[in-house]
């Protein structure tokens, strides 16, 4: 069936260094990713999306890669600071007109 | 801004209550879902809804139905509250089905 996980459920970050959350996906027609932050008692917000037309895609901070080759989606955040101290979650759509399909999240925490 | 917005930020309701948890988005959008989220579970989606008046079963449906009369209000209803059904709901809304805009979320604990 289809499934998203994650290789790292948490993973400690000292403040200033880089930050790389990975995501494994499993249905090879999944056509569009995404990645959302949840920080302690709010709602999931989008960070970035990328389509399998793309390999790279940048925002503030944040780049996302995409790796169709090993099903491989990463979330790479630069220069983490306290506030990126969150669960991260990735998101594949595997068919058109589907709901997206979450993976079961990273807890990124933030060492100052 | 896009505004979800769930009408309870926490809710304790007894073993067998009718709850209903509702769900307005201000953005004209058509797709609605609602998620809800468990330690360890991530997210799991129960009904979600492209259309008035049409609902689709999610991955976990049982204990729940939804209503959806009007473009912007998705409702979720567990018909018997069960102590089961104690965790986090998270409302969300789309124009497609790709970007979702969540709310805030409701902390539901059925004692």
Known sequence: GESVGLHLPTLSVQEGDNSIINCAYSNSASDYFIWYKQESGKGPQFIIDIRSNMDKRQGQRVTVLLNKTVKHLSLQIAATQPGDSAVYFCAENPRRNTPLVFGKGTRLSVIA | ?111
């Open chain 2, 1 to 111: 801004d896009v505004k979800v917005t769930q009408s309870s930020r926490y809710l304790v309701k007894r073993t067998g209550e009718k709850v209903f948890l509702e769900c307005v988005q201000d953005m004209d959008h058509e797709n609605m879902f609602w998620y809800r989220q468990d330690p360890g579970l991530g997210l799991r989606l129960i009904y979600f809804s492209y259309d008035v008046k049409m609902k689709e079963k999610g991955d976990i449906p049982e204990g729940y139905s939804v209503s959806r009369e009007k473009k912007e209000r998705f409702s979720l209803i567990l018909e018997s509250a069960s102590t089961n059904q104690t965790s986090m709901y998270l409302c969300a809304s789309s124009p497609l089905n790709e970007k979702l805009f969540f709310g805030s979320g409701t902390q539901l604990s059925v004692l």
